[in-house]
């Protein structure tokens, strides 16, 4: 890929991730390639990521240096950017990341070449019965000492604001929007709405909307279910709900799911991917949807989400099931899939044309 500016997003508390921007940059004037480290903080202020992405020159690539959070991080500014992210393992979960630190210049050596692939993953959009805004009282207490909080969304130019379908924020979510409890005696009470019709109403900690990729994040901790990140699904999943139905709710991705803050409940905090954007009050709602926007992840080979799942979440297996020792691989892993299951989206022939894991 043509690859002339490259934008760095390191997560400062870790050494290695300081080491790891080493050889990133030494990389970089190797080849020619301006490499600009991309930083939200700026005069103690919080930018937005349509600002970082500009003052980074509008670069080619967004390379991540650090754990799954990280990730989300610069998938932000790629996502506004319309550029591919390469995330780089440093985490202890890195189900986000595509590659293991000390792969690093064989990675960027790869996307020079053009040896890669791109995995287009799902966004959420989010429209609401009003901006999103955090009380100035309240700042301190969800900043919780992580620094001053991102701007206030924007509204969506390009959306038409309406009454009925309220406005159209400027914020997408690769994992989850949560809306929760502020304090922790008084639940929240949210009505819950799938596709604009009533699905229950909730007493709860609070409720969650994941993308199939975000659903091995806070969705999973709620006993949510693991979903492919291939997947095209909306998962709601209620957080500590006080009522006998406590599952999840795996919808169409062109269901929409709606939760508007009953008359007595506390007020809420709603979290965009883990970031507190904003405090509503009884009567006020929001409506998570599939976004327009995709996120492009960068892929060196297809990926194992399963044989990830395995190793992140330590999953053994039944005493009396492995008398027989480690089982094989049910299909081959180094040769073509016969014709009957060539369509499918197999681990094997690593050149085949089927869209990526």
Known sequence: MEMSRLGLVVHGGRPEAADAAGAVRAWCAEHAVRCTDIDVWQD???RSPEEEVAAAGNPDLIVTLGGDGTFLRGARLAVEGDVPVLGVDLGRVGFLTEVPVCDVRAALDSVREDRLRIDTRMLLALRASR??????ELEAWVGRGRGPLPPPPRVRPDCR???????PLD???LNDVVLEKLTRDRQVSVGVYVSGRLLASYSADALLVATPTGSTAYSFAAGGPVVSPRAEVLVFTPVAPHMAFDRSVVAAPDEPVGMRILERSGPAAVSIDGQVRGVLEPGDWIGVYRAPRRLRAVRLGPMDFYGRLRERMNLTDAPAAVADGT?????SLTTPAPDDLAH???LAAPDAQSPLM
Not at 131 to 136: D, S, T
Not at 161 to 167: F, K, P, R
Not at 327 to 331: G, N, Q, V
């Open 171 to 173: 914020v997408t979510a």
């Open 131 to 136: 901006r999103l805004e955090v009380p100035a």
């Open 161 to 167: 604001v309406d009454e009925e379908w309220g406005i």
């Open 327 to 331: 089982p094989a691989p049910l299909w």
């Open 344 to 346: 499918l989206a197999m």
């Open 44 to 46: 103690g202020d919080r």
